[in-house]
């Protein structure tokens, strides 16, 4: 499956931001898809996560409370609604898909999309 992200920009604090991951060539459906960012010189560190139904959704605690997984599959699109964003959230923001009901690792993901970036700052 090909992964496009899309939905990044410049922001101020406090500003939101809606990333979207849309998919091709496979059913999407089949896949869970996670959100993932990355800053230089830092390991790749996971953000959010939601299972090919929707169903289930994880987050990492620097995103509880401000960020929001969901997908539509009639779209073959995932989304991440970004509320409250702080300096730190800060980073090149990446989608995967992973054939794992949930994945919870990197490895878990088959596919990647090139980053979408994400700045924010006043």
């Known amino acids: 499956v090909q992964l496009q992200a899309s939905g990044g920009g410049l922001v101020q604090p406090g500003g939101s931001l809606r990333l979207s991951c849309t998919a091709s060539g496979r059913p999407f459906s089949s896949y869970s898809m996670g959100w993932y960012r990355q800053n230089i010189g830092k390991p790749r560190e996971f953000v959010a996560l939601?299972?090919?139904?929707?169903?289930?959704?994880r987050y990492a605690d620097s995103a509880k409370g401000r960020f929001t997984i969901s997908r539509d599959n009639s779209m073959d699109t995932a989304y991440l609604q970004m509320n409250d964003l702080k300096p730190e959230d800060t980073a090149v923001y990446y989608c995967?898909?992973?054939?794992?009901?949930?994945?919870?690792?990197?490895?878990?993901?088959?596919?990647w999309g090139k980053g979408t970036q994400v700045t924010v700052s006043s």
């Open positions: 995967g898909a992973s054939e794992v009901v949930i994945p919870t690792r990197q490895s878990h993901y088959e596919f």
């Open positions: 939601i299972s090919w139904s929707g169903g289930t959704t």
